[in-house]
Nanobody, 126 residues
Framework: QVQLVESGGGLVQAGGSLRLSCAAS????????MGWFRQAPGKEREFVAR????????YYADSVKGRFTVSRDNASNAMYLQMNSLKPEDTAAYYC???????????????????WGLGTQVTVSS
């Protein structure tokens, strides 16, 4: 089992940058595929990025490709999301998620993950 805690959210102007962190408990962090999701008010939670346990395989939603970068440090049990060129439409609560199931399903959907953090708020002003 793993516990996840997000941090790094805040208020930023459009065009600015933020770096989110996801700290994980447990001794086998590298066994977990990790994801970032976000949920804006009145909208469903949506996929942002995915990184495999080794960090070798990375995927992004089209809406953030080229602006966001996901990474992980398995020695520190941490995952990061570097967000650049932020837009007002990026405003949302951002969640990290984890799974250690080998065939967990489509990584773009919530059902593919078993553990979730409580989220960190990102607000981008125009």
């Amino acid at each position: 089992q793993v516990q996840l805690v997000e941090s790094g959210g805040g208020l930023v102007q459009a065009g600015g940058s933020l770096r989110l962190s996801c700290a994980a408990s447990g001794r086998t962090f590298s066994n977990y595929g990790m994801g970032w999701f976000r949920q804006a008010p009145g909208k469903e939670r949506e996929f942002v990025a995915r990184i495999s346990g080794s960090g070798r395989y990375i995927y992004y939603a089209d809406s953030v490709k080229g602006r966001f970068t996901v990474s992980r440090d398995n020695a520190s049990n941490a995952m990061y999301l570097q967000m650049n060129s932020l837009k007002p439409e990026d405003t949302a609560a951002y969640y990290c998620a984890a799974t250690n199931r080998f065939n967990s399903g489509d990584y773009r959907y919530e059902y593919a993950y078993d553990y979730w953090g409580l989220g960190t708020q990102v607000t981008v002003s125009s």
